[in-house]
């Protein structure tokens, strides 16, 4: 079966400090991956997905198809980066897409 | 450009009563519409999809319903609301072509007393 899994509820981290909020996925096919942050009192917004290979705010993430792993990791986390992140797994069928997401990990960088 | 918009932004409504919760597109034509629910912990799980005005899919069993009436138009309802509806229920739209991201409404926090 289709599933997303963020092991930490919350990930705790020092401004300037590296971060890796971590997304493991189980899927069948060919998995195409998205990360969506929401910051506090704002909608659920899209970050990065992964096969644009691009860097967002500091953040990349590198899909690992041998580990199913599609961690979110930044070098320098900034107090701004604090906000809810969740991993997503998009399956394809019928001219849509659905999205699976994780739980989710909130991000809280302190000063 | 594209906008969302769903409401109300929060609803406490009595067990038994009933629910309709409205989200509508501009910006776009024959969007695909989707409802989320969000419950603590849980992340964000898909309760409906529509890929056009009358189709609508089901993703779980449960008490709510979906319908689209117009192309822009997404309500989820519920005859007889129960205590475990309550949550944080999101609308997202994306386009049509299927390598397209979503967007998400700002979202319904129902409660239910």
């Known amino acids: 079966a289709q599933r997303v899994t963020q092991p930490e509820k919350l990930l705790s981290v020092f401004k300037g400090a590296p971060v890796e909020l971590k997304c493991n996925y189980s899927y069948s096919g060919s998995p195409e991956l998205f990360w969506y942050v929401q910051y506090s009192r704002q909608r659920l917004q899209l970050l990065l997905r992964h096969i644009s290979r691009e860097s967002i705010k500091g953040f990349t993430a590198d899909l690992n198809k041998g580990e199913t792993s599609f961690h979110l990791k930044k070098p320098f986390a900034q107090e701004e980066d604090s906000a809810m992140y969740y991993c997503a797994l998009k399956l394809m069928g019928n001219g849509y897409n659905k999205l699976i997401f994780g739980a989710g990990t909130r991000l809280a960088v302190h000063p | ?113």
Do not use: M
Not at chain 2, 20 to 36: F, I, K
């Open chain 2, 1 to 113: 450009s594209q906008t969302i918009h769903q409401w109300p932004a929060t609803l406490v409504q009595p067990v038994g009563s009933p629910l309709s919760l409205e989200c509508t597109v501009e910006g776009t034509s024959n969007p695909n519409l989707y409802w989320y629910r969000q419950a603590a912990g849980r992340g964000l799980q898909l309760l409906f999809y529509s890929v056009g005005i009358g189709q609508i899919s089901s993703e779980v069993p449960q008490n709510l319903s979906a319908s689209r009436p117009q192309d822009r138009q997404f309500i989820l309802s519920s005859k007889k609301l129960l205590l475990s509806d309550s949550g944080f229920y999101l609308c997202a739209w994306s386009v049509s072509a299927g390598n397209q991201p979503q967007h998400f409404g700002d979202g319904t926090r129902l409660s239910i007393l």
